[in-house]
């Protein structure tokens, strides 16, 4: 009956809510087309800037790699294979995922890691994306709602046509012919919320939207198709994590990127998201059962400060507001956690009132 009454009020209420977020829409592109030639000029001397994320330190450290060393003729060899793979590749104009360079020698490689981190520090070393070395990471990511396009070999891929969701491309750069009338794009952190959310049929009850989940902390897959979504359908994107510090750096790795991909920010981050729920103030506000609240950890606390200190902070009150809160409380909670208050919270009363009345930061 709750739910009846919900939906009755979100539909007569539709013209508003599409007011508001077009209005959103229209004030984020403002924001953006707004960066002057000094926002982007301070990237080459500052660790951050708001319009991009984090930016590589225009500082550098060398490391030495020699074939005639011991400590280090493992590695030097692992760089040769490498580099040897990637040639063939460009030369061939084929792709091959990291998976597929670790097995062409795993007893030279040793585990998955050593190829990732090389890959990573040979595309930073000659600052191009991974792509432009013909060299792709297999996607975990989900994505589900209104959305249409063309893969790079011609595939159509239709959200639309299926109630379940559809894996991240591992080519997101060769996707084209986006098709949407999506009114926002949702983040999920979690790929149980996620599915929770499908299964209800969330897309379709409130609003066109897109979901997509990087199932916990996002593959560059997952945040290249993020970005994608936003360059091409600049609507809003909200972010939907758990009230705790490890869902507050996962959505700080969509909104401003990580130290480790910072050479690769400008195709990665998207400074545009904002921050739907679960905030920390939220527990108080919709009186969480205690049952469902979790103390913090001394490794959440640890995390916590680090967060706090981290450049964003000086562009985001409202952030550092909510987390200082829960370090204050010293209380975390997952978003499941809202199934204590009814089981259909989450879908019928929480997202619908925080979509339809602003209640983002």
């Given amino acids: 009956m709750l739910g009846k009454q919900i939906s009755c ?18 004030q984020l592109l403002n924001s953006i087309e707004g960066a ?11 660790p951050f800037d708001s319009g991009v994320g984090l930016q590589m330190s225009s500082g550098h450290s060398v490391t030495t790699v020699k074939s005639n060393c011991l400590a280090s003729v493992t590695k030097f060899a692992q760089i040769l294979k490498i580099l040897s793979v990637i040639y063939r590749l460009v ?8 998976r597929d360079v670790y097995y062409n020698n795993t007893q030279l490689f040793g585990s998955q890691r050593s190829v990732d ?3 990573d520090d040979i595309s930073c070393m000659l600052k191009v994306s991974r792509r432009a070395l013909h060299v792709m990471a297999t996607s975990k990511g989900l994505i589900a709602g209104d959305l249409c396009y063309l893969e790079e070999d011609g595939t159509r891929i239709d959200c639309r046509s299926s ?8 080519n997101v750069a060769g996707i084209r012919n986006i098709v949407s009338s999506a009114k926002f794009v949702m983040i999920v952190e979690k790929d149980a919320t996620f599915q929770t959310l499908l299964n209800d049929d969330f897309c379709r009850k409130l609003s066109p939207c897109i979901m997509i989940t990087g199932k916990g902390v996002p593959d560059v897959n997952s945040r290249l198709m993020v970005k994608k979504l936003w360059d091409t359908l600049q609507i809003p994107i909200f972010a939907l994590v758990d009230a705790d510090p490890h869902g507050f750096e996962i959505m700080c790795i969509y909104k401003y990127g990580s130290v480790a991909m910072s050479f690769e920010a400008h195709s990665l981050t998207v400074p545009s998201v904002m921050w739907l729920g679960l905030l920390p103030s939220d527990l108080q506000r919709l009186m969480v059962p205690k049952r469902s609240l979790l103390p913090l950890t001394r490794r959440d606390e640890n995390k916590l400060n680090s967060l706090l200190k981290r450049p964003y902070f000086a562009s985001q009150p409202q952030w550092q507001k909510e987390m200082e809160l829960m370090q204050q409380n010293k209380v975390k909670a997952e978003i499941q956690s809202l199934a204590d208050i009814a089981p259909d919270f989450l879908t019928s009363i929480y997202l619908p009132n925080k979509l339809r009345y602003g209640g983002w930061l």
Avoid: C, H, P, W
Wanted: a negative charge; aromatic letters at 12%.
């Fill in 163 to 170: 109630s379940a969701s559809i894996s991240v491309s591992s």
């Fill in 91 to 98: 030369q061939s104009n084929s792709y091959a995922t990291k």
């Fill in 117 to 119: 981190t090389i890959v």
């Fill in 36 to 46: 002057t030639e000094k926002d982007y000029f301070q990237e080459e001397i500052s």
């Fill in 9 to 26: 009020a979100m539909e007569s209420g539709s013209t508003q809510f599409f007011f508001l977020i077009d209005k959103l829409r229209i």
